[in-house]
Every structure is written in structure tokens, then in C-alpha cells.
């Protein structure tokens, strides 16, 4: 008899990179909290990255605005700053680079300028993904130090609600912010190619009915994005979590951010088709390292311990050799502890 296979889901067709990512390749990602699972995904198992220079940023205005910073190489200065609850803050900035000293808050700022200018100049790949089209704009009640008030903030910082008129971005400027900041990092960097995802992560506090709409206009821009730009492409993580998984039991408690399930179920999409064959096979070995080295014994003094030790040490020695690209000193360092 003949039985066919049922199916539960239905498929999410994704085109593999013409030219897939390599270990040589090096990677900056910026974007929605969703790009550092991917980061960190990609940075355990040794990849070239360098992730959010000016911290988690949602929208595309954020995200735009962070991009030509790095390319213009800006500085910021303490007119850029503002006190709020005792704490220095830039409203260009995740609160990661916040500070109570002003001087530290400045500097952790312009440092990662910095990086991310040289990073950005040498970059293979810019992964990008975002999370909202919603934009907040300071109003008059938002009594900074700084001598104008911008537009658009990346981050509120917990300031008063009244401080910020809050609207969503339209289509058409979304597309046009996009292309613009395109055009400038290919000018800038013209090897650069670019990776769009829009982030599974439902901001619910916008309201279920918002958040779709949001999103909605984030794919519609970034899909014209990638028809216009030959080295542009779009990897669905939405879709793959929304379409094909389409349950609670793929979230956190919060019911809005996916967990290590579906995390790992787009990265193993993403690996499959982004990444080169001869890089997911070497991915196997390191991951194999990794795990290995974030093992804790509970008798580190025996022999078993001991040679396992040794055998690592040999096998990360041995990928160092053929691959000497790879930064695995940390491996090198623990397994080196016989």
C-alpha cells in the first residue's frame, strides 16, 4: 500500500546566498535583540563578528542613523549626552553604554565608534534586523542639556512618556531611508553585501493589531530593498517562526520572545542556507570544541579528566593549524590545563 506522508506545516521557501558566508568573511550585525541570537550563534562558533556598536536598536530610523555614523566616523561630544536619574545617557544609544560618570559614558561611545568605523570598512556581510516601525520623537517636556532637540530617538531610556511623541513609519520613507544608507555603505565599503531579517519578537505592547501593521511595513520596504539591490538579500526568521512553527510553545513565558527551540530552528535554516558547506562542516568541529569547553568537572584532578583535557587541547591545536584564521585561544587556554 501507498501512504502518504502528512504534512504539518507548510514550507517556507528560502533561497540560498549566491555567494555564501565563509569563516574568512567578517560579519557586522545591528539591529532588534533577534540579531544578537543570531550573532551569538555565529560568534561561539568563531565567526568574525562584531555586533551593535551603539547597542540593540529597533527601528530603521535607529538603525540608519547608527550606519552613517560609522561611516562618516563620527565623534560624539558631551552635548550629546544627557542626564537623567543620575545616569548619562545618549538617545542614540542602547542603556548599555550608560554611565554615572559622564566621561566613561563618552568614552565607551566613542570607542565603539571607533571599532565599528574599521569594522565596517573591512566588513564581508552586514546581517540587519528589524523589529519595529514604530519612531519616537522628543517633544518639548523632554528638558535635556542638549541645545536642540532631535527628531527621533534609538532608545527612551525610561524617561516620562510625555517626553516622546510616538507614530509609526510610513512605506514610502522607510524605503527611502533605506536606499539612501544602501547607497552610502556600498560607496563607502563597495564589497559589502547585505543580510534583511525582521525579527519574530512581537511587541505586543504596541498592540497586537499595531505590531502586524508594523511589521508588515518593515517587509514591505525591506523586500523592495532586496529587489533593487543585487547584494541584497532577505533571510525570513518572521516567517520561519510565525508560518512554520505557529505555536506558544515556541515562546518564553512572556508569550513574545521565541525561545531556544525556535532560535535554533532559524539558525539551523539560516546555517543551511547562508553559510558555505565547507563552513557548516567546520561549524561541527568547533561547536564540538565549545561544548567541550564549557564542560565543568566534578573531579577535575582525575585522569579521565586529565586526558580529556589532552584530547582537546590536540584537537583545537590541530584546527588551528589547518585553519589558522580561527581565534581559539580561549580553548587553547583551558584545555591547555593538564
Known amino acids: 500500500k501507498n501512504f502518504s506522508i502528512m504534512q504539518f506545516h507548510l514550507p517556507v521557501q528560502i533561497?540560498?546566498?549566491?555567494?555564501?558566508?565563509?569563516y574568512q568573511d567578517k560579519i557586522l550585525l545591528i539591529g532588534s535583540c533577534f540579531t544578537e541570537h543570531i550573532g551569538n550563534a555565529l560568534s561561539d562558533l568563531?565567526?568574525?563578528?562584531?555586533?551593535?556598536?551603539?547597542?540593540?536598536?529597533?527601528?530603521?530610523?535607529?538603525?540608519?542613523?547608527?550606519?552613517?555614523?560609522y561611516i562618516q566616523g563620527k565623534t560624539y561630544s558631551e552635548d550629546d549626552l544627557f542626564l537623567l536619574n543620575e545616569v548619562w545617557n545618549s538617545w542614540d544609544h542602547h542603556s548599555r553604554f550608560s554611565h554615572i560618570d559622564k566621561s566613561n559614558c563618552l568614552n565607551g561611545i566613542n570607542k565603539s565608534q571607533a571599532a565599528?568605523?574599521?569594522?565596517?570598512?573591512?566588513?564581508?556581510?552586514?546581517?540587519?534586523?528589524?523589529?519595529s516601525s514604530f519612531t519616537y520623537a522628543l517633544t518639548k517636556e523632554a528638558d535635556t542639556a542638549r541645545l536642540e532637540l532631535q527628531d527621533r530617538v534609538a532608545n527612551c531610556h525610561r524617561a516620562p512618556a510625555n517626553w516622546f511623541q510616538k507614530s509609526m513609519m510610513d512605506i514610502d520613507e522607510i524605503k527611502e531611508m533605506l536606499e539612501s544608507t544602501l547607497k552610502s555603505l556600498k560607496a563607502f565599503n563597495p564589497e559589502l553585501k547585505f543580510i534583511f531579517t525582521i525579527s519574530p519578537v512581537r511587541h505586543i505592547r504596541d498592540g497586537v493589531?499595531?505590531?502586524?501593521?508594523?511589521k508588515a511595513r518593515l517587509i514591505e520596504a525591506v523586500h523592495f530593498i532586496c529587489n533593487k539591490f543585487e547584494?541584497?538579500?532577505y533571510f525570513p526568521a518572521y516567517e520561519l517562526v510565525i508560518d512554520v512553527l505557529r505555536d506558544y510553545r515556541f515562546y518564553d513565558i512572556d508569550l513574545v520572545h521565541p525561545n531556544y527551540a525556535a532560535t535554533n530552528f532559524v539558525m539551523e535554516h539560516f546555517s543551511e542556507n547562508c553559510i558555505a558547506a565547507d563552513a557548516q562542516q567546520l561549524m561541527k568541529e568547533i561547536r564540538q570544541l565549545v561544548i567541550a569547553r564549557r564542560h565543568r568537572p566534578f573531579q577535575p584532578e582525575t585522569k579521565a579528566h586529565q586526558q580529556f583535557l589532552s584530547s582537546n587541547f590536540e584537537k583545537a591545536k590541530a584546527l588551528k593549524k589547518q585553519y589558522s584564521f580561527l581565534e581559539l585561544s580561549e580553548e587553547l587556554t583551558y584545555f591547555s590545563q593538564t
Open 15 to 22: 533561497e540560498p546566498l549566491d555567494t555564501p558566508i565563509t
Open 116 to 131: 565599528a568605523h574599521q569594522f565596517l570598512k573591512e566588513a564581508n556581510w552586514l546581517i540587519i534586523t528589524f523589529g
Open 209 to 214: 493589531t499595531e505590531n502586524n501593521l508594523s
Open 46 to 69: 568563531k565567526f568574525s563578528t562584531m555586533q551593535n556598536p551603539h547597542g540593540i536598536l529597533f527601528g530603521p530610523d535607529a538603525v540608519c542613523r547608527s550606519l552613517h555614523s
Open 231 to 233: 547584494s541584497a538579500y
